[in-house]
């Protein structure tokens, strides 16, 4: 069986299933494995219908066209690569997803979340580049931008502690990738411990 090409993802469910993602195969991007893809929809539920959804570092989108696909009423994805994120908005037309339901951002994802656009999101896909240290960062600005009983989903190359006001509602590893999915429990204060 050929290698699939390192430079394509596959969206596995929903309006778009078995469609195929482009993105420059000279960008540092690493799409979600579809095994863990296919874990975190089973996790969230096959259809996100109605749901406002963010993909904090888009790269390939795989986690945020797989949430249009599965019926997300928005998706929003933050990318800072503008190539990636030409590529974004090429698989967006190519799909015929565009506005209000896909909106794309270009610029650093802690920089939106830090911005005073008042949106808030039912999932937000939380996947930075490995080793970046940036998930603690990113949840720490997060919970302003959540909506009531909002889900965040997180992966890395590390597990995370979610502490108190963060509780984990589930955890899964695939070799090197550790994906949680979390949620906000607190207004006051709190945060998260081990190797964000």
């Not at 270009?106 to 998930?135: I, M, N, T």
Request: one cysteine or more; charged letters at 25%.
């Amino acid at each position: 069986m050929p290698a699939r090409p390192s430079n394509r993802v596959r969206i596995i469910g929903g309006a778009w299933r078995s469609r195929v993602l482009r993105f420059p195969a000279d960008a540092n991007v690493r799409p979600t494995p579809d095994r863990v893809r296919e874990t975190l929809f089973n996790w969230l539920g096959q259809h996100l219908t109605g749901r406002r959804c963010l993909d904090l570092f888009a790269g390939a989108g795989a986690l945020g066209f797989e949430a249009l696909s599965r019926g997300a009423a928005e998706v929003v994805m933050v990318e800072r690569s503008r190539n990636v994120l030409a590529a974004l908005r090429e698989n967006g037309a190519a799909l015929g997803a565009g506005a209000p339901r896909l909106r794309l951002v270009l610029g650093d994802a802690l920089h939106f979340l830090d911005s005073s656009e008042e949106a808030k999101f039912d999932v937000v896909f939380v996947d930075p580049p490995y080793g970046s240290r940036l998930v603690g960062e990113a949840l720490a600005r997060l919970p302003a931008r959540l909506a009531r009983d909002a889900l965040v989903y997180v992966e890395g190359d590390a597990r995370v502690a979610a502490g108190p006001p963060w509780r984990l509602r589930r955890y899964g590893r695939a070799g090197a990738v550790h994906y949680h999915l979390i949620e906000w429990e607190g207004h006051d204060h709190g945060g998260l411990s081990g190797d964000v």
